[in-house]
């Protein structure tokens, strides 16, 4: 991590005293709005910008309500934490480009805040989620806030928190003692995938046997295969990969899969062709119901049938898809109960 920046304010909180004791050289800037300003007049590419971090305060709400539009079925993650913005992976499809418009990684040191927010959140059986704009635990060894987030929530059993990754970065979790309402999600893709479009985060291989670490230790694994990505061959692919992950996790410790097929908004196809000569794009687009380009209807359902399929073989888990309308969860399970 380099070019960090703090806010003076930081050292008012506990998590920012725990984080000054770890960085050594940072500068200091008056607020979010003057980092966020200079990193924009930088005009730094994505990954220049990435080499940027701000530790400060949170002056807004730090539980988020997932936007999903009224013509979509309902997905897990409708509430998602917001303690900290974007991570250093270069994920090209990556929305996180176009919802920030800037790359810098921002932590917010005042989790208290955080938790007395949640205290009055009672809707009980709710998943919340962490890791949506960000990775939960890439600079886990920096921040420890898996450990934070953990001790609050094992005195929620009502909610589950998710803690979303494509990091194998696990040595906090296992130093941790698990809870029955805490689940560890990781993000998979075919290596073919994560080498031409996942730059800088960790390997299928490394993803796995992390999962594997954390199911022997005690924890629940969530699989999310979002976004799969068309690419030539796509489907033996996504086969192998299924093979690949379920021949090393046990069974009986994943609790749920969620899929899902690249979707974003156009300005992230202009962002990153602007900087990097990618076929991410290169497959027909439609511009879906909520205003994002997907695959059209029929690659959709043929790519999920095709994981379903495959997952299958295995057993009876609990899939369920992303940001998809009722018709297609129809299509693609046949009017099984979901």
């Not at 934070?148 to 194998?168: A, M, Q």
């Not at 000569?277 to 027909?284: A, G, H, S």
């Not at 687009?285 to 299958?312: P, Q, W």
Request: charged letters at 30%; hydrophobic letters at 35%; proline letters at 2%.
């Amino acid at each position: 991590m380099s070019n960090i920046y703090i806010t003076e304010d930081i050292k008012n909180y506990t998590k920012g005293i725990e984080i000054l004791k770890k960085i050594k050289n940072y500068e200091i800037i008056k607020d979010e709005k003057t980092f966020i300003q200079m990193i924009r007049d930088m005009k730094l590419t994505n990954e220049e910008e990435k080499q940027y971090t701000l530790f400060t305060t949170k002056k807004g709400h730090f539980l988020k309500n997932y936007y999903l539009d009224d013509n979509l079925s309902k997905i897990k993650e409708e509430f998602y934490l917001s303690y900290e913005n974007n991570c250093p992976f270069n994920c090209l499809y990556c929305y996180l480009r176009d919802y920030f418009n800037h790359s810098a990684f921002i932590f917010y040191v005042n989790l208290q805040d955080m938790f007395t927010e949640l205290d009055k959140f009672n809707k009980s059986g709710t998943m919340i989620s962490a890791g949506i704009v960000n990775d939960t635990l890439v600079h886990d060894s920096l921040t420890n806030v898996t450990s934070d987030l953990i001790e609050y929530f094992k005195d929620r059993p009502e909610l589950i928190l998710e803690l979303r990754t494509k990091s194998h970065n696990i040595k906090n979790l296992l130093k941790i003692t698990p809870h029955k309402n805490i689940l560890i999600s990781f993000t998979f893709s075919p290596k073919e995938v994560i080498d031409r479009y996942e730059l800088g985060a960790s390997s299928l291989s490394e993803r796995i046997a992390a999962a594997k670490k954390l199911q022997e230790h005690g924890y629940s694994i969530g699989l999310r295969l979002d976004p799969m990505i068309d690419i030539q061959g796509s489907a033996l692919a996504y086969q192998n990969m299924i093979k690949e992950i379920f021949s090393v996790l046990d069974l009986n410790k994943i609790r749920d899969i969620g899929i899902g097929t690249i979707r974003y908004k156009k300005g992230l196809r202009q962002k990153v062709l602007a900087e990097r000569n990618t076929d991410l794009f290169f497959n027909e687009f439609i511009v879906g119901i909520d205003g994002k380009e997907r695959y059209f209807k029929k690659i959709r359902i043929d790519m999920y049938k095709n994981v379903v399929t495959a997952i299958k073989k295995y057993g009876k888990f609990d899939i369920y898809l992303g940001m998809e309308p009722q018709y297609i969860w129809d299509e693609v399970f046949k009017r099984e109960a979901r």
